[in-house]
């Protein structure tokens, strides 16, 4: 579909979304056109379906790769496969509610500041993926050891940055931060017990 076509679509719901504003209490009308602005955003579109696709390839390069032979043979504790996915899963959607909580309602010339924060958290993600692919199907060791230390520092300054942002918005992040920090931890131990052999 291009963007004139998306376009049009988007008009055909122009008479819902006012009936949605209409029935929005008018505690909840600001976050109610925060939404929908964003909604006709094609932008946010892009970078929000990137950001799940990325999600998606992330879950499907970790689950995989606890579920390899080659990991199971490497000493140290492990991941559960299901365990690990379910927590970040949860903790990944804390953390994206974030984002919302970041936004606020703007001009439409305004909106590139809200979407840089998505395109941030774009970036978390790839680090993410760059280090399950490193790790689990390159079986690099050393890679995925420096790839889950820098993947932990750049939501860790993510986290300090929405700080100055929003108070609020941090609580929904250290979940995350703490998965991460985990990764870290556990990836430095296996660095160790691997260089010990």
Do not use: C
Not at 55 to 62: A, G, K, Q, W
Not at 147 to 175: C, D, K, Q
């Amino acid at each position: 579909m291009n963007i004139s076509g998306m376009a049009e679509m988007l008009e055909i719901f122009e008479p819902y979304r006012q009936y949605a504003l209409d029935m929005t209490p008018e505690f909840l009308q600001p976050s109610a056109h925060q939404f929908f602005q964003r909604v006709y955003s094609l932008e946010m579109w892009f970078v929000y379906g990137l950001i799940i696709i990325v999600n998606i390839l992330f879950l499907f390069s970790v689950i995989f790769g606890i579920l390899s032979k080659w990991y199971k043979r490497l000493p140290g504790p492990k991941f559960n496969a299901i365990a690990f996915s379910i927590i970040w899963v949860i903790f990944s959607v804390f953390s994206y509610t974030s984002i919302f909580m970041i936004w606020k309602h703007v001009k439409p010339g305004e909106l590139p500041n809200d979407l840089a924060y998505g395109v941030l958290f774009l970036i978390g993600s790839l680090l993410s993926l760059a280090w399950s692919v490193s790790f689990f199907q390159g079986k690099n060791i050393t890679a995925g050891l420096w790839l889950s230390i820098i993947t932990f520092l750049y939501y860790y300054g993510l986290m300090i940055h929405i700080w100055t942002v929003n108070h609020e918005a941090v609580a929904f992040m250290i979940p995350l931060v703490i998965i991460y920090a985990y990764i870290a931890y556990n990836m430095i131990n296996l660095n160790n017990l691997v260089t010990r052999r």
